[in-house]
């Protein structure tokens, strides 16, 4: 019995997690204008199916939590479980927020680029959190090796800092300017971020499967395999935004010349007419 309620756990995750991964795609690609009737249906439709599907992932979740509190009452002591359950509660209260927020200003006649600060601020805000718990929920469910090694703050520290790169990104995406359009100081933000976001995901994809270690237990190695790591992506990230920094300024060199170019034959062309 219980293997048939984690396989219906699992399944149902999968389905919420795909859905929605596709849909960010699509919003992505739309960065912030107007979306078109056909995608409007899709977004609606799609929502509907992540609400079923998280309504299944509570009975199923609180279900299997229950059977593991039957089988051993030392079951709730385990911190991940704490941080799993709030990670679905910001989620679902997150996805209220979605529906009856979020979601019209994203399918109205202006898009996401039409909308105030604030509204977008918001709406944003409610994107990067769901993706981000969705997927951290997910995770939290097959990382056999936090249980009983990682504290629930540790954890939480973890998810609010992908939240928190999540939302630079998604302002970015939704912003009328690209990357390269931002001044020197937001670039090494974005890029900071951006290193820090790759590596926690990194980092805590290794600790789920790294049984033998206990993080508590060698804490001075943990910190200085983050800072080494960080150090060194935002190093790399940097070499590559100057690169392609460089490629840009180079390509608009090359289109302000070509007019000079053109100019120069039109009067050859008139000097040897005369």
Excluded at 165 to 188: H, M, P, Q, Y
Excluded at 249 to 261: R, S
Aim: net charge positive; hydrophobic share 50%.
């Amino acid at each position: 019995m219980k293997t048939l309620i984690v396989y219906v756990h699992l399944i149902a995750a999968c389905v919420a997690v795909g859905i929605l991964l596709m849909q960010d795609l699509v919003l992505a690609k739309t960065g912030g204008k107007p979306m078109s009737v056909y995608s409007i249906k899709e977004l609606k439709r799609a929502a509907g199916i992540i609400s079923i599907a998280l309504s299944v992932l509570w009975v199923s979740g609180l279900t299997l939590v229950l059977i593991g509190y039957l089988d051993n009452p030392e079951y709730l002591t385990n911190q991940k479980i704490w941080a799993k359950f709030t990670v679905v509660v910001v989620l679902t209260i997150n996805g209220v927020v979605l529906h009856h927020f979020s979601f019209p200003r994203v399918a109205s006649s202006g898009g996401v680029l039409g909308l105030g600060r604030i509204e977008k601020t918001l709406v944003i805000l409610t994107g990067c959190v769901s993706t981000v718990s969705w997927l951290f929920a997910c995770y939290l469910g097959i990382a056999r090796g936090w249980n009983y090694t990682l504290e629930y703050s540790f954890i939480m520290f973890i998810y609010l800092g992908l939240i928190g790169t999540a939302c630079i990104f998604g302002s970015t995406v939704f912003s009328s300017r690209g990357i390269l359009d931002l001044n020197n100081v937001e670039k090494l933000l974005v890029v900071f971020c951006g290193s820090i976001s790759a590596f926690a995901w990194l980092f805590a994809c290794y600790l789920g499967i790294a049984h033998p270690w206990n993080p508590a237990e060698a804490s001075r190695t943990v910190m200085y395999m983050n800072i080494g790591l960080l150090a060194t992506a935002c190093v790399v990230g940097c070499f590559i935004m100057r690169s392609l920094f460089a490629t840009k300024k180079h390509d608009a060199h090359a289109d302000d010349e070509q007019p000079m170019l053109s100019e120069s034959i039109s009067l050859a062309n008139s000097v040897s007419k005369t």
